[in-house]
């Protein structure tokens, strides 16, 4: 093995079912003998000799088996240079070995050259079962429809979970807002390599990044300001990549700049974890996860997340709450008096004008149960009559794109 290779998992490579890495043979022996190819360690490998092989092809070798030259019509020269085709199927180490053994006159003769091999996962999984925890499905990057039981579906976090006093969209800023903030982080998990951080290759770089999914309104702000991300799900973390100054991406590296992580957080085994809260509704985002070596990407994986649309209340729902403004005392006051003790009522504190927003509702299914937040969403600008229904279990939005016409509160349902 090449004496630059870590001993303990020797040429380290990201597990790629596409991909078919060339290993060559050469034959320094012209004696007499028997020359054997044998696959051993974990299933993570196969072996073949062509690097294009039909889908019906049946490898060379895969873990546990040998084969010999010349034996079962199986073939490869031994005068020359011969190619082989490796092929990362899953995570883990195997030993290929190329062996002689003399007979004849070269019998008691015997030469072997082996080469190590490990294969990482390049795999990032988000919550796509709805269940509350991050999970993988062949499916999960494809474009997430509301209507499916299935896809990563999120709430915006745009109600207001610290009881201070003071109305403040919890997506307005860059971090968890306390620990009753977390129900709104969702989670994203990425496989770590498996190696050791010393056997991490030199050269070797991972990004998560988010992008468009190709599908995008017109007007739709970048996919940066659609979703946060935040290098773990606990109090007061700082978002990575998100809105205004943050990136929409982050490079895990060796001996990390300010802005980078440190790529021996990917080291050992298990997941690492990240949190993504949502911020626009009705957006969606690709969160990809990709493998670079000098630059030049090697694999990567993708989740789609959905931001759960706003949804109008219908006319005829029963009436849950009613919220009482200041704009015309006297028929607030004739309201009060008239539904007093049938309706839930509330005191707004300040002037409400109807025509500049509409109230509806947000929900995603987790462990399909159907968890709803009503929402205030205005089509005009940030102003204090509709911040000042923020609580922990009421959110509030905007337009995202303020260039549209204000339907002067002609949007019903």
């Not at 070798?61 to 490796?86: F, P």
């Not at 509704?281 to 670079?292: D, K, M, N, W, Y």
């Not at 008239?338 to 504190?349: H, M, Q, R, T």
């Amino acid at each position: 093995m090449h004496p630059e290779l870590s001993p303990d998992f020797g040429w380290v490579m990201p597990m790629d079912t596409n991909a078919y890495r060339l290993v060559q043979l050469k034959t320094d022996v012209s004696l007499p003998g028997i020359h054997k190819l044998s696959l051993s360690g974990d299933s993570a490998f196969r072996v073949w000799q062509s690097a294009n092989p039909a889908p019906t092809a049946t490898p060379l070798l895969v873990s546990g088996q040998t084969v010999a030259n010349g034996i079962n019509g199986i073939y490869w020269s031994t005068s020359s240079t011969a190619s082989l085709y490796v092929q990362a199927v899953s995570n883990g180490t195997s030993i290929l070995t190329y062996s002689f053994i003399g007979t004849g006159s070269a019998a008691g003769i015997i030469c072997r050259a082996s080469l190590k091999m490990t294969a990482f996962p390049v795999n990032i999984d988000g919550d796509y079962n709805r269940s509350g925890t991050a999970n993988n499905h062949l499916l999960e990057a494809n474009t997430v429809l509301f209507t499916d039981a299935f896809g990563m579906v999120i709430l915006p976090n745009n109600n207001d979970d610290l009881d201070d006093g003071i109305p403040n969209v919890d997506c307005n800023d860059n971090v968890v807002n306390g620990a009753s903030d977390l129900a709104d982080i969702y989670a994203l998990s990425i496989s770590k390599l498996g190696i050791s951080a010393d056997a991490i290759p030199e050269g070797l770089t991972f990004e998560l990044r988010v992008s468009g999914t190709g599908d995008d309104p017109v007007g739709a702000p970048v996919p940066k300001e659609r979703v946060r991300i935040f290098p773990s799900r606990t109090a007061n973390a700082v978002g990575i990549i998100g809105p205004d100054a943050l990136p929409e991406s982050i490079v895990f590296a060796k001996n990390p700049s300010p802005n980078q992580l440190d790529i021996s957080l990917l080291a050992g085994s298990g997941q690492l974890e990240f949190g993504i809260e949502g911020i626009q509704h009705g957006l969606s985002v690709e969160v990809i996860f990709r493998a670079l070596l000098n630059g030049e990407e090697l694999a990567d994986d993708a989740v789609c997340v959905l931001n759960a649309p706003f949804l109008l209340n219908s006319n005829v729902d029963a009436t849950t709450k009613l919220y009482l403004g200041t704009s015309w005392p006297a028929f607030s006051s004739d309201i009060e008096d008239f539904l007093a003790g049938f309706v839930p009522l509330a005191d707004l504190g300040s002037t409400f004008i109807q025509d500049f927003a509409e109230i509806g509702y947000s929900y995603q299914q987790s462990g399909q149960i159907r968890h709803t937040r009503n929402v205030v969403f205005e089509f005009w600008e940030d102003r204090a009559w509709y911040r000042d229904l923020l609580l922990d279990g009421i959110g509030y939005g905007t337009l995202y794109d303020l260039a549209q016409r204000n339907p002067g509160g002609d949007i019903e349902c």
